[in-house]
T-cell receptor, first 111, second 112 residues
Framework: GQNIDQPTEMTATEGAIVQINCTYQ??????LFWYQQHAGEAPTFLSY????GLEEKGRFSSFLSRSKGYSYLLLKELQMKDSASYLC????????????FGTGTRLQVFP | DADVTQTPRNRITKTGKRIMLECSQT?????MYWYRQDPGLGLRLIYY???????NKGEISDGYSVSRQAQAKFSLSLESAIPNQTALYFC???????????FGPGTRLLVL
């Protein structure tokens, strides 16, 4: 089966850098996704990693280590609008049409 | 216009009532999904469909049914609603290379 762990809540200050970790235990792996979800709104896609290493997209970067079952989302130059939940999701290999979501990390950015 | 739309956006119903949630998309994607989201539990997959003739159960399909009326439409039904089906429901779509799923705005359902 799949088990995905991420912290429930984090806080940070505007302008700072924050790292949100995600660990997964799976019988196989075919990609990891990060989504952002503002309260009461739809999740929106941030990043996708299938190979080890760092993917950078502007202020957001995502890292993956398949051997460690570990990923992180790095948010730089935090802005108030970054206050949201960040969802880690794993795509298992046996059915590439499903995503298994973690419970999400609620990030609050303070001035 | 939004690419993935859901109706209704909010719904209050009573235990035992039948209710249908609808999802439409203009993205031209073959694959569509229904999720529910509950506090502390994250997004859980209810049903998914590869195309009009294909329907698959997700991890929590009991108490739900779906209909794929066309490539662009995927409906979720609660035949006899119960209070623990109170949740936020999301429809999503993806294309065949599946690099991401695109979510609708959600339907907030309250079952009394």
């Amino acid at each position: 089966g799949q088990n995905i762990d991420q912290p429930t809540e984090m806080t940070a200050t505007e302008g700072a850098i924050v790292q949100i970790n995600c660990t997964y235990q799976t019988s196989g792996f075919n990609g990891l996704f990060w989504y952002q979800q503002h309260a009461g709104e739809a999740p929106t896609f941030l990043s996708y990693n299938v190979l080890d290493g760092l993917e950078e997209k502007g202020r957001f970067s995502s890292f993956l280590s398949r051997s460690k079952g570990y990923s992180y989302l790095l948010l730089k130059e935090l802005q108030m609008k970054d206050s949201a939940s960040y969802l880690c999701a794993v795509r298992p290999p046996y059915n590439t049409d499903k995503l298994i979501f973690g419970t999400g990390t609620r990030l609050q950015v303070f001035p | 216009d939004a690419d993935v739309t859901q109706t209704p956006r909010n719904r209050i119903t009573k235990t035992g009532k039948r209710i249908m949630l609808e999802c439409s998309q203009t993205k031209g994607h073959d694959r569509m999904y229904w999720y529910r989201q509950d506090p502390g539990l994250g997004l859980r997959l209810i049903y998914y469909s590869f195309d009009v003739k294909d329907i698959n159960k997700g991890e929590i399909s009991d108490g739900y049914s779906v209909s794929r009326q066309a490539q662009a439409k995927f409906s979720l039904s609660l035949e006899s609603a119960i209070p623990n089906q109170t949740a936020l429901y999301f429809c999503a779509t993806s294309d065949y290379n599946q690099e991401t799923q695109y979510f609708g705005p959600g339907t907030r359902l309250l079952v009394l």
